[in-house]
């Protein structure tokens, strides 16, 4: 416990310099409070959650990092965002890869900034192609290989113009 304490303390010493979070692999099931704690006077643009055990993102995370432009939560079990995260509106990039969605979530597109997004190896049926590019007109390209997409949400992707979906690997 005490190593773990101390990796994380570092890490955000470290993000105090460079204001990049990275607490990829550390086994954490929920975000520390002592993070908020660390970094309360710092502006993080960047944070990654990678390939841990964490199942959902803490509201409080949202409102703590909201000058954030690139997150990662990649490899996680999040089922679903908080509404907060939908005041990340400074985000360019995110990254939701390998968790257990079912939907695109709510919150994510009410982020008007957001221009790359990463859904590969999800559980996501159906996507609303044209609601999306309508309501997040910012975004440029989604990754969303390795998802159960019904044929009928693959043949809807293709008239998206503006927009590069990627919906199978090498693709």
């Avoid at 964490?54 to 909201?66: Q, Y």
């Avoid at 309508?134 to 989604?142: A, E, F, N, Q, S």
């Amino acid at each position: 416990m005490a190593q773990f304490v101390a990796k994380v303390a570092r890490l955000c010493e470290e993000a105090r310099e460079s204001s990049e979070l990275d607490l990829n692999e550390c086994d954490l099931t929920s975000v520390p409070h002592a993070v908020y704690h660390l970094l309360r006077n710092t502006a993080v643009t960047s944070a990654s959650f990678s390939n841990n055990k964490l199942k959902s993102v803490p509201g409080r995370l949202c409102t703590a990092f909201c000058t954030v432009n690139k997150l990662n939560f990649c490899g996680n079990k999040i089922t679903q965002l908080p509404m907060e995260f939908a005041e990340l509106q400074e985000l360019l990039e995110l990254d939701m890869s390998n968790n257990r969605l079912t939907a695109i979530p709510d919150a994510i597109v009410m982020l008007q900034k957001l221009e790359i997004l990463h859904l590969d190896g999800n559980e996501i049926t159906s996507v609303d192609w044209q609601d999306l590019r309508d309501r997040i007109p910012t975004l440029k390209t989604v990754n969303i290989t390795n998802n159960p997409l019904s044929m009928e949400c693959r043949m809807q992707a293709s008239g998206i113009a503006s927009l590069s979906i990627t919906l199978e690997k090498g693709g």
